[in-house]
């Protein structure tokens, strides 16, 4: 089975750093992304992580753990339109198929 | 950029009637899914579709829904008939098959059953 934990909801402030946690149990792991979702919009993907270490990718990282089963995604100098729902997704072995955490609604506040 | 469409966009539709949920992945990519989101809760993996075939496939995924891919662009999702619980938004994906692949969406198809 697939479990994947991250916090509901977030908030920090313009300009500010902020860390999203996420946690997972899977029965197989191919890789972790991090995918960002504005409300009735589709995920877009932010990044992907299979080896242990941080990936940088401009105001954003992400960080992965195996033994762990953790990953972060770190948001650096955040802008309002940063308030959007962030979803941590694990992909098992078969199928290149993505299982998602039930995402975490960050607000960016001025 | 190439992209994943889906049509339509919305689709009101009454409880017991059939709906098909049309989707054209990447050219290029070889697996294809669909995902669906109720409003307010997470993204659930329903199928995915490689070679022709059903590779994988959810609990979700009951005798009601089934998947095709009539010609070499078009990927469907059928519900045939359809439930309150229906109500979501679906998302089609496709990926190009790589390892480093990452899931690739369209927009989604909202679908409202009454």
């Known amino acids: 089975g697939q479990n994947i934990d991250q916090p509901t909801e977030m908030t920090a402030t313009e300009g500010a750093i902020v860390q999203i946690n996420c946690t997972y149990q899977?029965?197989?792991?191919?890789?972790l992304f991090w995918y960002q979702q504005h409300a009735g919009e589709a995920p877009t993907f932010l990044s992907y992580?299979?080896?242990?270490g941080l990936e940088e990718k401009g105001r954003f990282s992400s960080f992965l753990s195996r033994s762990k089963g953790y990953s972060y995604l770190l948001l650096k100098e955040l802008q309002m339109k940063d308030s959007a729902s962030y979803l941590c997704?694990?992909?098992?072995?078969?199928?290149?198929?993505?299982?998602f955490g039930t995402g975490t609604r960050l607000t960016v506040i001025p | 950029e190439p992209e994943v469409t889906q049509t339509p966009s919305h689709q009101v539709t009454q409880m017991g009637q059939e709906v098909i949920l049309r989707c054209v992945p990447i050219s290029n990519h070889l697996y294809f899914y669909w995902y669906r989101q109720i409003l307010g809760q997470k993204v659930e993996f329903l199928v995915s579709?490689?070679?022709?075939?059903?590779?994988?496939k959810s609990e979700i995924f009951d005798d009601q829904f089934s998947v095709e891919r009539p010609d070499g662009s078009n990927f469907t999702l059928k519900i045939r008939s359809t439930k309150l619980e229906d109500s979501a938004m679906y998302f089609c994906?496709?990926?190009?098959?790589?390892?480093?692949?990452?899931?690739?969406f369209g927009e989604g198809s909202r679908l409202t059953v009454l």
């Open positions: 997704a694990v992909r098992g072995t078969g199928a290149n198929n993505l299982f």
């Open positions: 899977t029965s197989g792991f191919n890789g």
């Open positions: 579709f490689y070679n022709n075939e059903i590779s994988e």
């Open positions: 992580n299979v080896l242990d």
């Open positions: 994906a496709s990926i190009s098959g790589d390892n480093t692949g990452e899931l690739f």
